[in-house]
Structures are given as structure tokens and as C-alpha cells.
């Protein structure tokens, strides 16, 4: 068998493993670390807001950190995260000359504030707005519709990761 480049399979491997090590070295001194969970002021937080799956989401997400728990009620919980849902738009952006869609955009628009069991408030009402463009086609219709699914879903993904992190400490 020929050796590659006159090295032999454990100089290959010294060699890898110096420069993963040296990467290793060189990340550490920049100050990158890797995400950790969420650090929050609070130990069990009730979600007063409509059965909806922003809201399923993000209990799963908080419950997942392991560093809060979900409250039954406000009664028992130290913070109460407040909304009135979630609200999905769709709206035409562009058409051709003959009338048909081209072009929508998609949109979701979530309201919250954070409060204390006694009242008071830990978070002033916030809003976070994601909205993306999506192509169409009538021709393609039953795709565009699964494909407008795929994308609502990847941006109440991003909402809710933006609410666990102004959440947060």
C-alpha cells in the first residue's frame, strides 16, 4: 500500500489531533464557549396565554432547560408570562399582470410581558414580529401550502427562542 504523502496512519493521526487541540487552544482564548442553558430570575413560571403551538413550544422549551419549572397556576409561580397569543397573517405582496398571486408575505406577530407573582412587572409588554417573503405559484399550489407551513414553523421556532432569551437573566 502507498503512504500518502510519505506520512504513515499515526503521524496522520498526531497531526489531527495537534491541530484539533491547537483549534481547540485558539477558540477558548477568543472567549467562545458553547451555548449553555439559560440562567432566569425565577424557579417556576406560569404561562397565562391560549393553548396555541407558540405556546406548546415554548413550554417544552423552558420545561427542556431543566432550570425552571412550569407552574399550574399564578398562584403558585414566582413569574407570570402573559399573552394574548400569537397572531398569523398572510398577505399578497406582489401579482402578475393578469392577476394571479406572485409573491406573499407571511407573518407572526407575538405580544408578551412577564410580571411577578405579587403584580409586579419583571418585563414591560414586548412585541416580536417575524416576517418572511414567500414565492407562489398556482401551479404548485399544495406545495406552497406545505412549504408556507414549513416556514411559519421555522419562525415561531425563532420566537420562542427569542422569548426564552429576553426571559433569561
Same mark, same amino acid.
Do not use: W
Given at each position: 500500500? %502507498?503512504?500518502?504523502?510519505? =506520512?504513515?496512519?499515526?503521524?496522520r493521526?498526531?497531526?489531527?489531533?495537534?491541530?484539533?487541540?491547537? &483549534?481547540?487552544?485558539? =477558540?477558548?482564548?477568543?472567549?467562545?464557549?458553547?451555548?449553555?442553558?439559560?440562567?432566569?430570575?425565577?424557579?417556576?413560571?406560569?404561562?397565562a396565554?391560549?393553548?396555541?403551538?407558540?405556546?406548546?413550544?415554548?413550554? #417544552?422549551?423552558?420545561?427542556?432547560?431543566?432550570?425552571? @419549572?412550569?407552574?399550574?397556576? &399564578?398562584?403558585?409561580?414566582?413569574?407570570?408570562? +402573559?399573552?394574548?397569543?400569537?397572531?398569523? +397573517? #398572510?398577505?399578497?405582496?406582489?401579482?402578475?399582470?393578469?392577476? +394571479?398571486?406572485?409573491?406573499?408575505?407571511?407573518?407572526?406577530?407575538? %405580544?408578551?410581558?412577564? #410580571?411577578?407573582?405579587?403584580? #409586579?412587572?419583571?418585563?414591560?409588554?414586548?412585541? $416580536?414580529?417575524?416576517? $418572511?417573503?414567500?414565492?407562489?405559484?398556482e401551479? &404548485?399550489?399544495?406545495?406552497?401550502?406545505? @412549504? &408556507?407551513?414549513?416556514?411559519?414553523?421555522?419562525?415561531?421556532?425563532? $420566537?420562542?427562542?427569542q422569548?426564552?432569551?429576553?426571559?433569561? %437573566?
Open positions: 500500500m %502507498k503512504q500518502l504523502h510519505g =506520512l504513515n496512519g499515526s503521524a493521526a498526531r497531526r489531527r489531533l495537534l491541530a484539533a487541540a491547537g &483549534a481547540a487552544l485558539l =477558540l477558548s482564548a477568543c472567549g467562545f464557549t458553547l451555548r449553555q442553558a439559560p440562567d432566569f430570575g425565577f424557579k417556576r413560571i406560569a404561562l396565554m391560549p393553548s396555541t403551538a407558540l405556546a406548546t413550544e415554548l413550554r #417544552r422549551q423552558l420545561e427542556g432547560t431543566g432550570r425552571v @419549572e412550569i407552574a399550574a397556576d &399564578a398562584a403558585h409561580a414566582d413569574a407570570v408570562l +402573559e399573552s394574548a397569543g400569537e397572531t398569523r +397573517e #398572510r398577505t399578497v405582496v406582489s401579482v402578475t399582470a393578469t392577476g +394571479e398571486v406572485r409573491e406573499f408575505q407571511l407573518r407572526i406577530r407575538f %405580544k408578551f410581558r412577564l #410580571r411577578a407573582a405579587d403584580g #409586579r412587572e419583571l418585563l414591560p409588554e414586548a412585541e $416580536i414580529l417575524r416576517q $418572511i417573503d414567500q414565492s407562489y405559484s401551479s &404548485a399550489a399544495l406545495s406552497k401550502e406545505a @412549504e &408556507a407551513l414549513m416556514l411559519y414553523q421555522n419562525m415561531q421556532s425563532d $420566537i420562542v427562542q422569548v426564552i432569551r429576553r426571559l433569561a %437573566k
